[in-house]
C-alpha cells in the first residue's frame, strides 16, 4: 500500500498517560503530513486491567487534543471491528495462531502453573523472567489431540529457534539485530482465549493495512518478536519508529506520583489544550528551526519523524507554563474571558467588573489557578505591612506615603467620575503640580488600595474596579496604618 495508515491501540485502562498522548499526536501527524489515516483501535485483550468508563476518557482526550481518527469503532472505514475483543468473535487470531503452528512457527503450551513456576528465571535488561524450555514443543501429534479433546487448558506459544539472530530496521535506530538465544517462545493466545497484547497488534497492524507503527522505546526488546512474526507469516512489515522515552526533572520515568502524567490532569490544573499538544509535540521531536509555538496545522505541515530524538525527552512542568502563558496572551479576549469566569468568580463575590478584572491579569498568568492569587485583594483588603510604602526606586517613604494619601484623599472623594482616564488624569495634574515623578504618587495610592506589592493593574485601573466608595475607604485605611 502507497497511502500511509497510521493507528494509535490504547488500552483503556485509565486516564491517558502523556507517553500515550505522544505517541497518538505523532501518529496522527505522520498520517496526516502523508495525507493519510489516522486509526483508533482499541486493545482490550487485558480484560483484568481494564477500567470502567476508560473508552469515553480516550474518545475526549482525542476530540480535546484536535486528533481526529478517520476510522475507529464509531468509524467504520472497512476494517472493522476497531475494538479487539469484538474481533474475536470473527475467530481471527485463533486462526492465524493456528496458520503459525501449521507452519512450525508456534505450538501448543499444556504446562500448569507449577511446573511454570518451577523452570529457571534469568535476568534481562535488569528483569528476572522465566525463559520457557520449549518442553510441550516436543509433544507427539496424538499427545495434542489427546489433550485437546480433553478439555486440557492451553496457551499458543510462539516457536523461536535458539539458533541464529533476528535484525529489524527502526527508523531512528537503524537496523538492530539479537541473538535468538535471547528470545522467549512468548505466548500468543492466552488460556482464555484472548490474544495477548503482542499477537493481537500483528494481526492487526497487517490486516487493517497499517503501515507506520509508532510506540514507546520499551518496545524495542519486543521488536524482534514482532519480526519473526512478521517473516513467519511472509507479510511486509510496517515502518517501525521507537520514541524515546519521557522523563521528569529528575531523569526518571514520568509516573502518575508527578500530579502531571496525564492529558486530564494538565487540563484539571489549568492548561489549554492546545498548549499540552504544542508542548507535547517537542518532547523528542524538534523543527528545523528553533521555533517553539505551533498550532496543529502548522504541526502537521512541519512534522518529520525522521527528527525525532533517541534521547529521553526531559518533561519540564516549568516550560509548559511558559508555553501555556504564550497560549493565553495570544488568545482572544472573549474565549479568554470564558475559561478564566469559574476562576474569577471563586474568589471575587462583590458586584464587580470581572471583565475589567480579566483584562488585567490576561497578559500575567501561566495557567488559570494563578488568576486567584493575582486578584485576591479585590475583594478584601489584605493586611499589610506599610514597610510596602517604602520603594527605593520610586524614591518614596512612609512619610512621604502618608503626605500624598492625606494630600489625593479629597480629591478622590470631590471626584465623580471615577473611570481609569479621569483618575489618571486627576492623579497626574498633581504629580505636575507637586513636581515629582508619577511612581512618587502611584505607588502609594496602588499600596493603599491594594495591600499588594504586586498587583494585575495600576493605581487608577484598580480603583476604577474598586468604586469610589471601597477605594476612598482603602486611602483612609492607608492613611490610619501610617499614622501609627
Request: proline content about 4%; some cysteine; hydrophobic content about 35%.
Amino acid at each position: 500500500m502507497d497511502r500511509v495508515r497510521t493507528r494509535f491501540a490504547p488500552s483503556p485502562t485509565g486516564r491517558m498517560h502523556v507517553g500515550n498522548l505522544r505517541s497518538a499526536l505523532y501518529e496522527f501527524l505522520i498520517a496526516k503530513h502523508a495525507k493519510g489515516d489516522f486509526v483508533l483501535r482499541i486493545e482490550d485483550t487485558d480484560q483484568e486491567r481494564l477500567v470502567e468508563g476508560a473508552v469515553d476518557i480516550i474518545y475526549r482526550t482525542l476530540q480535546e487534543a484536535g486528533l481526529v481518527h478517520d476510522e475507529g469503532p464509531d468509524k467504520d472505514g472497512g476494517y472493522g471491528p476497531y475494538v479487539q475483543s469484538e474481533r474475536m468473535s470473527t475467530g481471527i487470531y485463533m486462526k492465524y495462531a493456528k496458520e503459525l503452528i501449521d507452519k512450525g512457527e508456534a505450538y501448543y503450551c499444556f504446562c500448569d502453573k507449577e511446573r511454570l513456576n518451577s523452570l529457571k528465571t534469568e535476568v534481562v535488561e535488569g528483569k528476572e523472567i522465566m525463559l520457557y524450555d520449549k518442553h510441550c514443543l516436543h509433544l507427539s501429534k496424538e499427545e495434542i489431540e489427546a489433550n485437546l479433546a480433553a478439555g486440557k487448558p492451553f496457551v499458543i506459544r510462539q516457536n523461536i529457534p535458539k539458533e541464529g539472530t533476528t535484525t529489524f530496521h527502526d527508523e531512528l535506530y537503524g537496523d538492530i539485530t539479537v541473538e535468538n538465544a535471547e528470545l522467549d517462545d512468548m505466548i500468543l493466545i492466552k488460556s482464555d482465549g484472548y490474544p495477548t497484547y503482542n499477537f493481537a497488534n500483528v494481526v492487526d497492524d497487517h490486516t487493517m493495512n497499517i503501515t507506520h507503527v509508532v510506540r514507546g522505546n520499551e518496545y524495542l526488546s519486543s521488536a524482534p518478536k514482532y519480526q519473526r512474526l512478521y517473516d513467519a507469516f511472509g507479510w511486509e512489515s510496517p515502518v517501525y519508529i521507537h520514541l524515546p522515552l519521557i522523563t521528569d526533572e529528575n531523569h526518571k520515568k514520568l509516573s502518575k506520583r508527578s500530579g502531571h502524567s496525564s492529558f486530564e490532569d494538565l487540563i484539571e490544573q489549568g492548561f489549554l489544550s492546545e498548549a499540552v499538544v504544542n508542548y507535547i509535540a517537542l518532547l523528542g521531536w524538534s523543527p528545523e528551526d528553533n521555533r517553539e509555538i505551533f498550532t496543529l496545522d502548522e504541526l502537521i505541515a512541519e512534522f518529520d519523524y525522521r527528527r525525532i530524538s533517541k534521547s529521553p525527552a526531559v518533561f519540564d512542568y516549568t516550560k509548559l507554563k511558559w508555553m501555556n502563558g504564550e497560549y493565553i496572551k495570544a488568545m482572544e479576549f472573549d474565549r479568554f474571558y470564558e475559561l478564566a469566569e469559574p476562576y474569577l468568580r471563586k474568589v471575587v463575590t462583590k458586584d464587580l467588573d470581572l471583565r475589567k478584572i480579566a483584562a488585567m491579569v490576561k497578559s500575567r498568568i501561566e495557567v488559570f489557578p494563578d488568576i486567584e492569587e493575582h486578584i485576591d485583594f479585590f475583594e478584601t483588603l489584605p493586611e499589610y505591612d506599610v514597610s510596602m510604602y517604602t520603594h527605593k526606586k520610586m524614591k518614596t517613604t512612609e512619610e512621604s506615603s502618608l503626605e500624598v494619601l492625606r494630600d489625593v484623599l479629597p480629591m478622590l472623594e470631590a471626584q465623580d467620575d471615577f473611570c481609569n482616564d479621569a483618575l489618571y488624569a486627576l492623579l497626574s495634574d498633581y504629580v505636575a503640580k507637586k513636581g515629582v515623578k508619577n511612581g512618587y504618587v502611584m505607588w502609594p495610592v496602588r499600596t493603599a488600595v491594594s495591600g499588594k506589592q504586586m498587583t494585575p493593574g495600576g493605581a487608577t485601573e484598580l480603583m476604577e474596579v474598586l468604586g469610589k466608595e471601597e477605594s476612598v475607604a482603602r486611602i483612609k485605611r492607608g492613611i490610619e496604618l501610617l499614622s501609627r
